[in-house]
């Protein structure tokens, strides 16, 4: 049988999640919103580092090493959180809101990146974690760090599905996230770096199926 161009675009581009409007209207995001809500932020502690004489360079490689551990808790939060699928019926759900929907409807430009109401709250939280084991000064350029590996995540994410990615790097890591989403979707974790791909061995297989 012959698929008509009419019928291969009939698929929608998004769908509606929540039957109420407010809901329904956070649940979207324009790409930007991240960078304008969090950048102020990591400015305001990078300036209270330099008030606590933290060091440049000290300072410099506690970013750095908060950049590292984002690209751990990236690779962590999208296998085992992202994609969990529990037998029950709240599960299922839980899963398409916070993942799901993007497997499903991979071009909705609205869902691509993280919405404040989920980036808000893990963000106090991983800062909590970061005072309550590193100590108070630290965690403000760690804090700096894992927030800008976040904000590299979500435009990457953004920029695969929505950019042509001319770059030899642009183009080899949107075939690494292509074939996530095109072979299974057993593999291939981090969005943003391969790194714990590596280290775990989940590339999987390398070939992806067409599109983006």
Known sequence: MTVTSTERTARPATCQMFETPLIERFSRIHPITPFVFWLPVYGYLGVRAARHDVGLLTGLGLVLVGLFLWTFAEYVLHRYVFHYVGPRLWQRRMHFVLHGVHH???????????????????????YTLFRVVFGPVPADPLFIGFGLGYL?????HYAIHHFRMSSRWGKWIKRHHMVHHHTGENARWGVSSPLWDWVFGTMGTSQAGKGS
Not at 119 to 124: K, V
Not at 152 to 156: A, E, I, L, S
């Open 104 to 126: 499903d409807f991979p071009q909705d430009a609205d869902r691509l990146v993280m919405p404040l109401g989920a980036s808000i709250p893990l963000g106090i939280a991983f």
């Open 152 to 156: 590299v995540y979500d435009g990457t």
